[in-house]
Every structure is written in structure tokens, then in C-alpha cells.
């Protein structure tokens, strides 16, 4: 397809346990973004992605988390000692820079 | 980081009625984005608001946006079933074009 894809599209791990998200922009945008959906909070930032730049981490919750892009296109997201507050959907978005972004249909963790 | 104030949270209507659901903060918006959410999907852009006062269509759905930029306002008219989801407002920011999102409203409309 065109569009974003993320894979899982559902994750249910145990609390401790490390877990790697992915998204697959859409090919030849040059910016990614990760978001996080909860309950409480809303749709909050984590971090931003643009061609060979060094990554905007500002929204990064803590240290538990990371991301990576290889190539300028594929990223993980890695949640390292999973607690329960990290269950949420988390969003992957890509986009030309400054222009729309798109989100895909993000990974529904649930830590237990 | 500017904070986006969303009201209502939630609205449970029925087919045919007519809603507006709000977004304000305390600071001016550089610019303004609306999107809808439906459940088990991704947001999608609905409209961009730029100019303070101006006013964009998209068939039933009217968004307006503050003459001094601190707030906007997306009126839907004779709803129907298929608007059901969540409707947020969100702002870019910085160079990066991040975005801060309000909380959002949740919208039910009852066939």
C-alpha cells in the first residue's frame, strides 16, 4: 500500500520485557514522527525524525526509550523494561517536510 | 508548550442534529490543524486554518478560527452516523512541524 504501515498492530507483553515497534513511511518523505496515544494524556510527541539530522528526542518519556531510522526510511521504536504505564497506542506518522502528515494505524501495546 | 484546551469531551447526538466542538489556548496559534480519528485508524488532516477570522468549508463540516488566533471552532451540520469518532485540534510546532494535540472530542451520532 501507499500509505504508513506499523507492525504489530497489536503487542501484549509482560511487564520487564522489551518490545520494538516498527513503521514503514510512506516512500520519500523525509520526516517521521512517533506519537503516543493514552487515555489520560491524549496524543503526545516523542520524537522526530528528518533525513541525516540529528533526531529531535525532546518527547521521549525517559531513558526506556528509543528510536532509530535506518536508511532515512524504515524506524523502531524500542521500549526497553516495559512497565504499565507505557500500554497505549502508539502512532507513527511520516511526512515531506513542513507539509501534511499522515499517520498510520498504529501498535496497541498493553504491558501486563 | 502551548497547551490546546478541547470542549465538549464527549457528545453523543442524534442523526440530523448540528454540533460544534471548540479549541482555545491562552496563546496564539502559528497556525491551526483539524483532524478526525476513527476508531483503530490514524488521525487524518481535515483542514488547516493560517489567517485569524477565517472560515474554510468541507461539506457539512465549518471551521472557523479566532480573529486573534487563540482559538477555533469546527461546526458540524446535520450529523450523521458515519462522522462518529474523535476530533482533534493540533498545532505545529517549531521547525520540526511537530504537533501538540488537544485531548480531543469524541463524537457518537446515533442513526
Known amino acids: 500500500g501507499a500509505g504508513v504501515s506499523q507492525s504489530p498492530s497489536n503487542k501484549v507483553t509482560e511487564k520487564g520485557k522489551d518490545v520494538e515497534l516498527r513503521c514503514d513511511p510512506i516512500s520519500g518523505h523525509t520526516a517521521l514522527y512517533w506519537y503516543r496515544q493514552s487515555l489520560g494524556q491524549g496524543l503526545e510527541f516523542l520524537i522526530y525524525?528528518?533525513?541525516?539530522?540529528?533526531?529531535?528526542k525532546s518527547g521521549l518519556p525517559s531513558d526506556r526509550f528509543s528510536a532509530e531510522r535506518t536508511g532515512g526510511s524504515v524506524s523502531t521504536l524500542t521500549i526497553q523494561r516495559t512497565q504499565q504505564e507505557d500500554s497505549a497506542v502508539y502512532l507513527c506518522?511520516?511526512?515531506?517536510?513542513?507539509?501534511?502528515?499522515?499517520f498510520g494505524a498504529g501498535t496497541r501495546l498493553s504491558v501486563l | 508548550t502551548q497547551l490546546l484546551e478541547q470542549s465538549p469531551q464527549f457528545l453523543s447526538i442524534q442523526e440530523g442534529e448540528n454540533l460544534t466542538v471548540y479549541c482555545n489556548s491562552s496563546s496564539v496559534f502559528s497556525s491551526l490543524q483539524w483532524y478526525r480519528q476513527e476508531p483503530g485508524e490514524g488521525p487524518v488532516l481535515l483542514v488547516t486554518?493560517?489567517?485569524?477570522?477565517e472560515v474554510k468549508k468541507l461539506k457539512r463540516l465549518t471551521f472557523q478560527f479566532g480573529d486573534a488566533r487563540k482559538d477555533s471552532s469546527l461546526h458540524i451540520t446535520a450529523a450523521q452516523p458515519g462522522d462518529t469518532g474523535l476530533y482533534l485540534c493540533a498545532e505545529p510546532q517549531g521547525g520540526s512541524e511537530k504537533l501538540v494535540f488537544g485531548k480531543g472530542m469524541k463524537l457518537t451520532v446515533n442513526p
Open positions: 506518522a511520516s511526512s515531506i517536510q513542513g507539509t501534511i502528515q499522515y
Open positions: 486554518v493560517v489567517t485569524g477570522g
Open positions: 525524525f528528518q533525513g541525516n539530522s540529528a533526531p529531535d
